[in-house]
């Protein structure tokens, strides 16, 4: 009886044993590649780009006039493109301050005017 009570004491572990500091520091390593491999499927960007950042390509058309096809009616300032229910829009800044998305097709792009 004696003897079963030696071997169970013996085979307790410490709480900062080198054996748990091992399996918490793997843990953490898997969890951080997992995170990186998720991340970059569900944004499109190579792992190094989700860690160290990925430049933005900007639009050469960000601060110039929008103004309708046809019509020549002044919308406002191009803000920004981008995808909105399958077609590619310009969000445009009208007067006011009000952000809108129109269709490219529908918007004639126009340097602004420089005035004396």
């Not at 989700?50 to 191009?78: C, M, N, Q």
């Not at 800044?93 to 918007?107: D, L, M, P, T, Y």
Request: aromatic fraction near 8%; charged fraction near 30%.
């Amino acid at each position: 009886m004696s003897y079963q009570h030696e071997v169970d004491h013996d085979t307790e572990e410490r709480l900062f044993s080198w054996r748990r500091i091992k399996i918490v520091v793997v843990g953490c390593l898997a969890a951080i590649v997992l995170g990186l491999i998720l991340s970059s499927l569900i944004t499109g960007a190579s792992p190094f780009e989700t860690l160290f950042g990925r430049k933005k390509v900007e639009s050469p058309d960000l601060g110039k006039h929008a103004y309708t096809k046809g019509t020549d009616f002044f919308i406002g300032v191009i803000k920004g493109e981008g995808i909105d229910k399958d077609r590619k829009v310009y969000y445009i800044e009208q007067a006011g301050g009000q952000i809108s998305a129109i269709a490219k097709e529908r918007v004639e792009v126009r340097e602004p005017r420089k005035s004396n």
